[in-house]
């Protein structure tokens, strides 16, 4: 069973960067796509990065140009660099990880805190 380990949580001024790195501890998840998800209190889940084994990388308009997600496929890891960080990037971030191309994520980290202060 794979397990994602979350690692980088912390507490920034605004206009800071941090970067949160996830690893399948397992080492033994050979499927398509990885991605961060975070979770603000009184709001929605979103997802905020995702990239797919090929590369292939999706981010939701807030944080474009700011965020970049990458992984290494050989090690079964997947990194968000988060740059200019704003007051509203203040969740709980999750990595994830899905078998195949499309669907819901099957593997759930078990969460990182971000908070960013003005």
């Known amino acids: 069973q794979v397990q994602l380990v979350e690692s980088g949580a912390g507490s920034v001024q605004a206009g800071a960067s941090l970067t949160l790195s996830c690893a399948d501890s397992?080492?033994?998840?050979?499927?398509?796509?990885m991605g961060w998800f975070r979770q603000s209190p009184g709001k929605a889940g979103e997802l905020v990065a995702r990239?797919?084994?090929?590369?292939?990388?999706y981010y939701i308009d807030s944080v474009q140009g700011r965020f970049f997600i990458s992984r290494d496929n050989a090690k079964n890891t997947v990194s968000l660099q988060m740059y200019l960080l704003k007051p509203e990037d203040t969740a709980v971030y999750y990595c994830a990880a899905r078998n195949r191309e499309f669907g819901p994520f099957d593997y759930w980290g078990q969460g990182s805190q971000v908070t960013v202060f003005s």
């Open positions: 990239i797919s084994r090929k590369g292939l990388t």
């Open positions: 397992t080492r033994t998840f050979s499927g398509d796509a």
